[in-house]
């Protein structure tokens, strides 16, 4: 990704595509109340370019504005789903920069409980297919291979952080081994590699939300991210998480980035503190706060 080029295209792109939106949804201005836009985490360039129209749209048209986080925005998409949706909440964001377990509080607020010592869970799955010779981004097309391979051919290791943390390094470097120590490799295999991997790191997330879930149990779990499109996480999430909790996947277009959930995020955070005063600014290193 190159910074310049990326925020260049959403200055190129956001007003068409906030056209667009507005005409699909068959909205006009004088039906909105607010505008919600992204403060952070992510390319600052982005990020100038997102929060200075935002803001703007709100000045030109009288309304009030709120900078809420990406990231807590991953999991308030949730609420999309399940409009109900309120603390305490555990929550799973794996992306490609993120692999964080949350706890969203009763007073409002959202804890990091656990994070990532090295790769992210999307990380490890583009870096991991690479490997296997697939094209990026890496984690729909291990997905997609995985569906005709064995997920016991190959017994990774599962990542051994500590406590509630993540580590997708080992399993990556273990695959790596894996492919060299073949001379070639046949595309059964191919499927085979991709379906052991995926299955490492889709145990390895859901020990440690089963972890987090038995130390101090949450009525309802909340997934999010890129990788909570993952079709076999999804499906062991069920299996394991579904029966002592509520459990809230959304569907797969509101779990990778998308501007629905950023909505959902405005939802949540006007009623805990209102509107914010502008001007404020881009916050690439921003948090769940
Ligand atoms: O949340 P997201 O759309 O963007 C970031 O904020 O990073 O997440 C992108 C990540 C990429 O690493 C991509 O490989 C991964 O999500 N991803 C998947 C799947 N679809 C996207 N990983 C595993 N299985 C998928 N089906
Ligand atoms: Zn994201």
Same mark, same amino acid.
């Given at each position: 990704m190159v910074p310049e080029i990326a925020a260049r295209a959403h200055l190129q792109t956001l007003v068409p595509v906030i056209e667009r939106a507005m005409e699909n949804a068959g909205t006009?201005?004088?039906?909105? #109340?607010g505008v919600a836009v992204t403060r952070g985490p992510g390319l600052v360039g982005c990020l100038l370019v997102g929060v200075n129209l935002g803001q703007a749209i709100a000045w030109a048209r009288k309304l009030p504005v709120i900078g809420v986080s990406h990231l807590a925005a991953h999991v308030f998409a949730g609420l999309l789903e399940e409009p109900d949706l309120h603390p305490p909440v555990l929550g799973l964001v794996v992306s490609g920069g993120h692999s964080d377990l949350v706890r969203w509080q009763q007073d409002g607020g959202i804890a990091v409980i656990g994070r990532t010592l090295d790769d992210a869970a999307g990380e490890a799955f583009d870096k991991g297919a690479r490997v296997l010779g697939?094209?990026?981004?890496g984690g729909p097309a291990i997905d997609a291979l995985a569906a005709?391979? #064995?997920?016991?051919?190959v017994r990774f290791p599962r990542p051994r952080a500590p406590g509630l943390d993540f580590s997708f390094s080992g399993v990556k470097t273990a695959l790596l081994y894996e492919v060299r120590k073949r001379r070639s490799i046949s595309d059964q295999a191919r499927a085979d590699l991709a379906a052991s991997y995926q299955e490492a790191i889709v145990d390895a997330l859901l020990q440690r939300v089963e972890a987090a879930q038995a130390a101090d149990p949450a009525p309802t779990i909340v997934l999010g991210g890129g990788?909570?499109?993952?079709r076999r996480l999804r499906e062991a999430a069920g299996a394991r998480l579904g029966k002592a909790a509520r459990l809230v996947i959304p569907a797969p277009e509101l779990c990778t980035d998308n501007a629905a959930m950023i909505g959902a995020a405005a939802l949540i955070e006007w009623d805990r503190r209102g509107p914010d005063p502008a001007p404020f600014d881009a916050d690439p290193s921003l948090g769940f706060a």
């Open positions: 006009r201005w004088e039906q909105v #109340d697939l094209p990026f981004p005709t391979g #064995d997920p016991r051919a990788v909570a499109r993952n």
